[in-house]
């Protein structure tokens, strides 16, 4: 043992088996993950990520297929590795949240997580996989040190394609990898796990590399956030081996307490700050998460009983901020505001999500996963599990991992856990022998099907892409999506309703017109079912533009004489009742073409739900004013200031003159 490094020689591996090419590729390969966001690997909507979590299926499937196989060779083994909190937390929470899926909305999209990154009920359960199989990988020297330069070589090589990308900001040069970067700091505190799991001595060389990679991949996430987080886990980790060396028989229990106790507190820290210190806000980021905030507690305090047990499923945080988007504060007209260009689908606070997808069950889990490591660590590895659960809780406390570093960090839990235990020395019945490796054999050909499915779907959409860019065929062209939700095709469509007026060029224009009705027929068969306001507001936008504003009354010949707006508009308010910001546009085109009993009913159903609405109230004034009921119609539309009106619309200037008059 060396205390001084924090971690001993790594013991040799308790089971025969040998690691086969099954458990390479499901370590190897994941290690590799980073890189398949470059562009040879494009792939559906979000095509730097979605290739992640089709590779992430597959890894995770290979290594529910060596525990299968393993199982079946030495009985026990597989249920031995999963028995440790680093192992059993991730799996339990996985399995918590795939048993109540049909409880939630969206059961699929609660299994198969947020298509922008995959953490859903199957991230948690992969997680577990391959941190079992980790388990025995990192306990077996030459196994540890091939994964090791294969962590460092990959790290090395992220880092300067990062960098790359960096330098290239601005220019008309396509970005590699990942346009945030700072999804690559999760790389770094499971790399710095491996490189100290061998005794450094006589060594220097490699920790010199070793860290030179770990800075490159800080700078190049340029984030404050990550910076502090890796130097207050590389300070947290010093401090602890120090005090092993000086105090090698003292009591570990308190030191354990106190290193939970600092993660939690790197991930509740932000959430405090955000609400209690304002002055943190003058920061754009983080007025962008403090309004994140906002409108998830909202989302969260409108819940039922059940829903603040169970939660409302995975992947469902986008709809949220749609659905709750007044609850931000923000001025939503003048476009000042990145989040409503941008594609926010995280709560960008670990617990925060957990406690809205899996309710209060899920969060206590998930802050069990958060503080495991230095509660659980064997006594010589607890510097080490100490400094990567404080880094590991601050880049959760303000950032979400995509599935490019979930390998990485199951290797580093696996080390962490310590050397897995030997199978029980008692043969199970040859009923129990087959369960547990069917049961594993089953979920390697569940997770190859899914992997098999994303990817499919994954192709699909990038040909609709190409569909909606250029106007050449796709077939299908209205997609359903394994999830059961319609982002992507929200996100496709709106990105496509955008492109410049082509009524200068005939030949533009037919092909623009053929692809805005492919996008209006979808939109009429989706609409009335979809689960996703982003859809809806979709095509509120393009019938505004049309009918409206006439920003796009090119595209007129492409409704084919129908409007449904009305329908869509109610859908929306449906879907998102606080939502009355996404009438302005029909109210205004009912009231100014004098359709006021058609207005008077919408503006009625506004105020029923709430009485001081400001756009009900500003379109009451307006129809009180049109019915000559001055005196009323005043006090409507100083309420309607009074209430935030301008948060949603300019104040019209004979609006303002009559208020300045009366």
Not at 235 to 245: D, F, P, V, Y
Not at 423 to 444: E, N
Not at 525 to 531: D, E, G, S
Request: hydrophobic share 50%; aromatic share 8%; proline share 9%.
């Amino acid at each position: 043992m060396n205390p001084a490094a924090g971690s001993p020689p790594p013991s040799p591996s308790p089971s025969p088996l040998p690691l086969s090419a099954l458990a390479w590729g499901a370590l190897g390969g994941g290690l590799l993950l980073p890189f398949l966001s470059l562009p040879w690997f494009a792939l559906g909507r979000w095509d730097k990520a979605e290739p992640l979590i089709v590779a992430l299926h597959g890894a995770a499937a290979l290594a529910a297929l060596w525990l299968a196989l393993a199982e079946r060779r030495t009985p026990g083994l597989a249920l031995a590795l999963f028995r440790h909190p680093l192992t059993l937390l991730p799996l339990l929470l996985g399995l918590f949240s795939a048993l109540t899926a049909p409880w939630t909305p969206l059961p699929r999209l609660t299994l198969l997580g947020a298509p922008q990154s995959g953490t859903g009920a199957l991230w948690f359960l992969e997680l577990a996989l391959l941190t079992a199989l980790g388990r025995m990988a990192v306990h077996h020297p030459p196994t540890l040190h091939r994964l090791t330069v294969l962590a460092m070589a990959a790290g090395g090589a992220t880092a300067l394609l990062k960098g790359w990308d960096w330098a290239v900001e601005g220019t008309e040069r396509p970005h590699l990898l990942i346009w945030v970067a700072a999804y690559y700091a999760w790389l770094a505190p499971p790399l710095a796990v491996l490189l100290l799991a061998r005794d450094p001595r006589g060594r220097r060389g490699w920790l010199l590399l070793g860290g030179g990679i770990l800075l490159a991949l800080a700078a190049t996430s340029r984030s404050l956030t990550a910076g502090a987080a890796l130097l207050g886990g590389a300070a947290l980790w010093g401090g602890m081996t120090l005090w092993i060396r000086r105090a090698p028989a003292a009591n570990a229990a308190p030191a354990r307490i106190a290193a939970a106790l600092l993660a939690l507190t790197a991930v509740v820290a932000p959430l405090l700050l955000e609400e209690f210190v304002p002055p943190v806000r003058a920061v754009a980021s983080i007025d962008d998460r403090y309004r994140l905030l906002r409108m998830l507690t909202e989302a969260i305090a409108q819940g039922d009983g059940l829903q603040w047990l169970l939660g409302v499923g995975w992947g469902r945080i986008g709809d949220a901020y749609q659905i709750h988007l007044q609850a931000s504060g923000m001025t939503l007209w003048d476009g000042r505001w990145i989040f409503l260009q941008s594609d926010y689908f995280h709560a960008h606070n670990a617990l925060l999500e957990a406690f809205h997808a899996a309710g209060a069950v899920g969060t206590l889990l998930l802050l069990g996963m958060i503080v495991a490591p230095p509660l659980f660590a064997p006594r010589e590895r607890l510097p080490l599990a100490a400094g990567f659960a404080l880094a590991h809780g601050a880049l959760a406390g303000m950032w979400f991992p995509l599935a490019l570093s979930l390998p990485i960090t199951a290797l580093a839990l696996g080390y962490l856990s310590g050397p897995p235990p030997q199978p029980a020395p008692v043969a199970p019945k040859p009923s129990r022998r087959w369960a547990l490796s069917a049961l594993l054999g089953l979920a390697a050909l569940g997770l190859a099907g899914v992997g098999g499915v994303m990817g499919h779907h994954g192709l699909a959409l990038s040909d609709l892409a190409r569909h909606l860019e250029t106007g050449t065929p796709a077939a299908p062209l209205c997609l359903d999506a394994p999830g059961g939700d319609d982002l992507a095709l929200a996100q496709l469509f709106r990105n496509a309703l955008l492109a410049p007026d082509p009524s200068s060029q005939p030949e533009a224009l037919a092909r623009r017109l053929a692809v805005v009705g492919d996008i209006f027929q979808c939109l009429e068969r989706k609409i009335p079912r979809t689960p996703t306001p982003l859809l809806v507001i979709v095509g509120l936008n393009l019938m505004e533009r049309i009918q409206f504003t006439g920003e796009q009354a090119w595209a007129a010949p492409a409704l084919a004489g129908r409007d449904p707006w009305a329908a869509w508009l109610d859908r929306a308010l449906t879907l998102a009742p606080g939502r009355s910001d996404l009438a302005l546009p029909f109210l205004t085109r009912e009231a100014v073409a004098g359709r006021s009993e058609t207005a008077r009913r919408w503006v009625d159903r506004l105020l029923a739900r709430h009485g001081g609405d400001p756009v009900g109230l500003y379109f009451l004034g307006i129809l009180q004013l049109q019915a000559g009921e001055r005196a009323e119609g005043v006090a409507s539309l100083r309420r309607a200031v009074a209430n935030g009106l301008e948060r949603f619309m300019p104040l019209d200037q004979k609006v303002r003159e009559i208020l300045e008059r009366s």
